[in-house]
């Protein structure tokens, strides 16, 4: 067995140089395959899917029931929102200062809740 004094630091440092390039390059590889393998993977799906039309139309059938809902709902939304500040707000001047504070927070916080609503699940107008 050599002894320490025997082995070479410059060697040593060579090979672990090399070491950890070659495993650099091998991780590399692996990495580019492992993209193109996925690439591969995504072309036949979308192929599988275009030729299926029915995916398509079962999409499409969702995507329009998921804005009906959220149509029907934004309406639900904006009637409350309108009943409320058509009952308080005529209300608002015979509240104390404390009651008033808090409705007004109400409704703003209504009206911004449903404008996120609205940015979340409809499409920009």
Do not use: C
């Not at 320490?4 to 590889?29: E, M, P, Q």
């Not at 993209?35 to 999409?59: F, G, M, P, T, Y």
């Amino acid at each position: 067995m050599p002894e320490l004094n025997d082995i070479n630091l410059s060697d040593v440092t060579k090979t672990a140089s090399k070491f950890v390039r070659d495993l650099a390059y091998v991780t590399v590889g692996l990495g580019v395959l492992g993209v193109q393998k996925a690439q591969v993977r995504r072309v036949e799906i979308q192929r599988k899917l275009a030729n299926d039309a029915s995916w398509s139309d079962r999409i499409d059938e969702v995507r329009e029931a998921v804005f009906n809902q959220a149509h029907h709902v934004d309406t639900i939304v904006e009637s409350a929102v309108n009943l409320f500040e058509t009952t308080i707000e005529p209300l608002e001047d015979q509240l104390p200062v404390s009651a008033k504070e808090l409705s007004q927070k109400a409704r703003e916080q209504a009206r911004h809740l449903r404008s996120q609503i609205r940015d979340l699940v409809l499409p920009a107008a």
